[in-house]
Structure formats: C-alpha cells, structure tokens
C-alpha cells in the first residue's frame, strides 16, 4: 500500500511545472558557470593565487575538473535550501488549499502511510536535485578542463589534495550534504503540516533558516551555548571532508545535530498530520 502511495507522490511532484523549473535554472547556472570559467577562469585564479605564490612555485593544471566541482557546490549549497523549500512545503499545504488533502484522508489509508509517503517523495526529490547538481559540475568539469590536483583556501591555510584523493570526499561530501538539505526538507515539511496554503511553509522555512544563521554568526556570549545546537551550523560541514587530515570527530558531530533535527521535526509533523482537520 504505501509504494502505491509513495508513487502517486511522486506522480504529484513530476506533474508541477515548478519541479523542472528549478531543476532547469540550477543546470542553467552551472553551464554558465563552467563557461565563463572555461572563458577567462584561468585570470580570475592567478588573481586570487598570486599572493601565494609569492612564496610558493604553482605548477600544474589548477583550473581542473576537481576545482570547478568544489567552487560550483560551495556557491550553490548555499542557495538549494530555497528550492528545496519550494517543492517540499507545497507537499501537503498545497493540497490543502486545493482541497483535495480532504478526499485524500478520506480513503481507507492511514495518515501516518501518507504523511510517510509524501515526505518520502520529498526527500527522493532532495537527493535526486544534489546528485543532478553534482553529475553536471563533476562531468563538465572533467570534460571542460580534465583532472588535476585540488587546492583550496581555508582560514588555516591550503589544502592541496591529490586527484587520486578527490572522488571519495566528494562522495563523502554529498552523502553529508543531504542530511543537510534533508534537514530542509522535513523543516518545510513541518511547516506544512500547520499551513492551508502553499506560501507560508516555504517563507517559515526560510525564515527559520535565516533567523538560525543570524544567531549563529552574532558574536553574542549567550548564543555560543546555543550556535553548536543549531542545524544551520552544520550545513557547511560538508567542507570538512577536504580537509586534510579529516576532523572526523566534527563530522560526526554534525551529523548527529542534523540526524536529531530531521526525526525530532518529522515526528512532530506526524503528529500534527495526525490531528490535523480536515472538516473546517
């Protein structure tokens, strides 16, 4: 019973238009991206390496396929939680304000099988964006400017990996990445749960997301108790895994956070679908 109702949810996200219209601007912005880098990407990194390599002698393929995946997730991790957001809180508020949730829990299935099978949907959908997102900026970025060494900039200092080193990180990155966007998910999912249309789940998520980033970044005494609990400090922890040596102990860590935050928040969105009316 479920898998057919875990079908239809799925049915439902590929039948809106604005499913494939975020897919189609995050495949437009990483094209642009990987060309105009391919164009004149090759300024822009001597620019930013010249005070390196005042004291270090860069050789090699810089501008690689490694560089350009790691720069095209760094800048659109950031905004994914958006469109997330977009698809995920119109799951069941969306049907809601159509009227067509009252038919929906009126049939012999049990809520906690629809709310189960729409978050499910949901969640398919997340990873299915970040592993898209991922295919174009590894594949172009190895057909466009071939393999080579990764050299990134932290507040320690650089970070220079071997090709070889490259692909498990990355795959690790993604894995910690979606428990981040999953987080969103079940964030906006929630917020569904309370809401009758399709707008406000998706401005609470955000709201909730900017609001946590705000607290996180105030170098306020009291916050610092809290900064450590909140989700949005760990959604870059996706970064750590390019470090070198890899601080294991921060990872796991942050994926704790991120795991407690998704079953506290679906569990309680369960149980207000369960309670939810549908009668008014």
Sequence with gaps: MWRNSLYNELIKITARPRSFLGVAAITLIIVLIQVAMKMDGLSYIQFITAPIEQNLIIEGNILNGNLMTFIILQMLLIHIPLLVAFITGDLISGEAAMGTLRILLTKPVSRANIYWSKYLAGALY???LLLWIAILAWGGGHLLFGT???IILNSDGIVILQAHDIFWRLSAAL?????????????SIFFSCFADNSIGPIV????VVILFTL??????????YIRPLLFTTHMAAWRLWFNDPVPYADIAFSSVILVLHIIILAGLGLWKFNRKDILS
């Design 204 to 207: 609470s998520t955000m709201g």
């Design 175 to 187: 894995l910690q990445a979606t428990l981040a966007l999953l987080t969103i998910s079940t964030l």
């Design 126 to 128: 997340t990873i299915l």
């Design 215 to 224: 607290v996180g970044s105030l170098d306020v005494p009291i916050f610092t």
């Design 148 to 150: 080579g060494d990764l």
